[in-house]
Nanobody, 117 residues
Framework: QVQLVESGGGLVQPGSSLRLSCAASGIIFNIYAMGWYRQAPGKQRELVAEISNRGSTNYADSVKGRFTISRDNAKHTVYLQMNSLKLEDTAVYYC???????????WGQGTQVTVSS
């Protein structure tokens, strides 16, 4: 059974930092591409950042220079370091595991990030 368990969300002020974690089980973690997506109220889910199984990264333009995605294959965990948080970063953040060229794609339950003054 595949499980992706996110943690680290919370309520913070603008300019603050948070680190999200996603612990994976039930998959061969080091062959999966991992990603963080977010969905704000009334908006579609969007890609925030992704990291390939080899460590290549890609970011949404809105978070470039502020967010950093990383992975620890030994711990089966992917992280999202979020700095200089803005009001518009408020959303539910979801972890995703994708095995390229297959139908293997899995989602976590999401963690709420609220940026408010």
């Amino acid at each position: 059974q595949v499980q992706l368990v996110e943690s680290g969300g919370g309520l913070v002020q603008p300019g603050s930092s948070l680190r999200l974690s996603c612990a994976a089980s039930g998959i061969i973690f080091n062959i999966y591409a991992m990603g963080w997506y977010r969905q704000a109220p009334g908006k579609q889910r969007e890609l925030v950042a992704e990291i390939s199984n080899r460590g290549s990264t890609n970011y949404a333009d809105s978070v470039k220079g502020r967010f950093t995605i990383s992975r620890d294959n030994a711990k089966h965990t992917v992280y999202l370091q979020m700095n200089s948080l803005k009001l518009e970063d408020t959303a539910v953040y979801y972890c995703n595991a994708d095995l390229p060229h297959t139908t293997q794609n899995h989602w976590g339950q999401g963690t709420q990030v609220t940026v408010s003054s």
